[in-house]
């Protein structure tokens, strides 16, 4: 499987070339984008960051979903400018581009319904990737799978923490939609502080820290030779990069 990280731990207002560096020195091939898009500066300019680094955009969390249409359109734009160019260079070639060729857009995540919008996005080809968000507008897997049974091209992005803290078997869901995942957020979550709205969220921890049943997720996904993306996402922290960095040495001690 792939592994990927959430830019949740770093925050709003960020240096957007630091914090890809720090995610590249940390071993991450993916990136999913908790910014607002303006938060990330001209999208070709960031295609070519994420692409200089050795970087995939995996999706964007940050904005509208409007705005997150407009990102994937220019991202897409941006991708497949660069293919050309590459081509038309003596010098270039599709060796140099592992991110444009096929694997330019980047999907949407969705922690609500948006009506007729949504089903606008499905329409024109967008991916939508359904995420279950405590106190959001789909919290469960049972949420999630209405819609799901609704729309066809839809896609489901389980996140470890938000369905222990909905009380559900993570594995149990996981199996269930299989077929429909997108990408699996990684997250871990203690119960020390309860599931009440208010204090729930100081709950989220490192990797291999909590309550969540990450190592028999791990060992799941392994059995069933998962071949997309996991996504770590943790929360905001003053040390962003060092917690990157412990994430990632927990996945690699389990063989990721």
């Known amino acids: 499987m792939q592994v990927g990280i959430q830019t949740i731990s770093w925050g709003t207002r960020v240096d957007v070339g630091k914090m890809l560096h720090e995610i590249k020195a940390a071993e991450y091939t993916g990136v999913e984008f908790f910014q607002h898009p303006d938060e990330l500066g001209p999208v070709d300019r960031l295609y070519h960051m994420l692409h200089d680094l050795g970087l995939r955009c995996l999706g964007i969390a940050g904005g509208s979903l409007q705005e997150k249409i407009d990102f994937v359109r220019k991202y897409k734009t941006a ?37 007729q919008s949504a089903d606008e ?44 803290v909905a009380g559900e078997d993570v594995q149990k869901v996981i ?44 060992e799941y996904l392994k059995k069933r030779s998962y071949k997309k993306w996991v996504v770590v996402e943790g929360d905001v922290t003053r040390d ?3 917690s990157a960095c412990a994430s990632r040495k927990w996945l690699r001690e389990r063989g990721i």
Do not use: C
């Not at 400018?81 to 599709?94: D, E, F, H, Y």
């Open 79 to 115: 991708a497949q400018l660069s293919l050309v160019n590459s081509l038309a260079s003596k010098s270039g070639g599709l060796r140099r581009l592992p991110h444009a060729a096929g694997h330019s857009q980047p999907y949407i995540y969705l922690d609500k319904w948006e009506g």
């Open 121 to 164: 996005a499905l329409r024109i080809g967008m991916t939508l990737a359904l995420h279950p968000h405590m106190f959001k507008g789909i919290q469960t897997s049972a949420d999630a799978e209405e819609y799901l049974e609704r729309h066809a091209g839809l896609q489901f992005m389980p996140d470890t923490a938000h369905l222990t």
């Open 175 to 218: 199996d269930l939609l299989y077929g429909r995942i997108e990408a699996i957020h990684l997250k871990d979550w203690t119960a020390e502080y309860g599931r009440a709205y208010q204090f729930y969220s100081r709950g989220f921890v490192g990797l291999g820290k909590g309550d969540v049943p990450l190592e028999g997720v791990i």
């Open 240 to 242: 962003p990069f060092g």
